[in-house]
C-alpha cells in the first residue's frame, strides 16, 4: 500500500523481545536516560546523560522496569557502575561509555554494536524509557529521513528520558544511538525540521574502538 513493503516475519516479535532486554533505565542524581548493555558489560548511553566519571560513580541503572503480559511489575533489578574499571565519554558525538558492576550480560545478555547501515526511508525502531516510565517501543510512523556518516535522523517518537536509547533497524541491528529531537538542523544545509536525531553506530563503534573498548 505504500513506497516499500511492511511484511515481517513474525520471528520479529520474538527477537524484539529478547533484544529488549538489554535495554535498561538510566538514573542519575540530575534525572534520567535510557542506556544499553552491550556484550562486554558496558552500558551505552548520552554523553549529557553521564557526562563525567562522577556522574556515572552515583549512577544506577534498572534492568526489567516494565510490565509483563498480564499488566503486573516485574522485579526491578538494579546495578551500580564503575567508572574506574571502564569509562570513555565523547561530547561532540554524545556517548558515554561504562563498566557496570557485576556481570548482567550473563542474564541480559547485551546487544552487538555491528557495522550496520541505513538509508533515508527505512524503517527503526526505538526500544525506550520516555519520561523515566517503564520499558515501551515506538513502532509507528517511523521511517528514516536523512543519514549520513555521524547522524541518523528519523521520525520515530521519543521523549525526555528517552536519550540513550539503541535505534533498532528492522533486523533489530543497533544503527544509532537516540540522543535529541525537536526542531534541528538537516546537516549540511540550511534546513529546519521537525524530526528526532541519533548517533549514527558507525561513529559510535570508532569512538569506542579508539578508547579500546570494543574490540574489532
Not at 527477537?15 to 556484550?39: D, E, N, P
Not at 548511553?45 to 549512577?59: G, L, Q, W
Not at 538494579?78 to 542474564?107: K, M, Y
Request: glycine share 10%.
Amino acid at each position: 500500500m505504500g513506497a516499500q513493503p511492511t511484511f515481517l516475519p513474525i520471528s520479529f516479535l520474538e527477537v524484539g523481545l529478547q533484544r529488549a532486554r538489554s535495554v535498561v533505565l538510566v538514573k542519575t542524581l540530575a534525572g534520567t536516560g535510557t542506556g544499553l548493555l552491550t556484550q562486554n558489560d558496558l552500558l551505552i548511553t548520552n554523553h549529557h546523560v553521564i557526562p563525567d566519571a562522577k556522574a556515572a560513580s552515583e549512577t544506577r541503572v534498572w534492568f526489567d522496569y516494565q510490565n509483563t503480559a498480564d499488566g503486573r511489575e516485574r522485579s526491578v533489578s538494579e546495578f551500580t557502575l564503575q567508572p574506574e574499571h571502564a569509562f570513555a565519554t565523547s561530547p561532540a558525538d554524545d556517548w558515554t561509555a561504562v563498566q557496570i558492576d557485576g556481570n548482567p550480560s550473563a542474564r541480559w545478555e547485551g546487544l552487538e554494536l555491528g557495522d550496520a547501515s541505513v538509508g533515508v526511508n527505512d524503517f527503526v525502531n526505538i526500544v525506550q524509557h520516555p519520561g523515566g516510565l517503564q520499558k515501551q517501543i515506538a513502532l509507528y510512523h517511523n521511517a528514516v529521513a536523512y543519514v549520513d556518516e555521524t547522524r541518523v535522523q528519523y521520525l520515530t517518537d521519543t521523549m525526555p528520558g528517552s536519550s540513550g536509547s539503541p535505534v533498532f533497524d528492522s533486523q533489530w541491528r543497533v544503527v544509532a544511538l537516540h540522543h535529541s529531537g525537536g526542531w534541528i538542523p538537516e546537516p549540511g544545509t540550511q534546513r529546519v525540521f521537525f524530526r528526532n536525531e541519533g548517533i549514527h553506530v558507525r561513529a559510535l563503534r570508532r569512538g569506542l574502538l579508539a578508547a579500546g573498548l570494543l574490540q574489532t
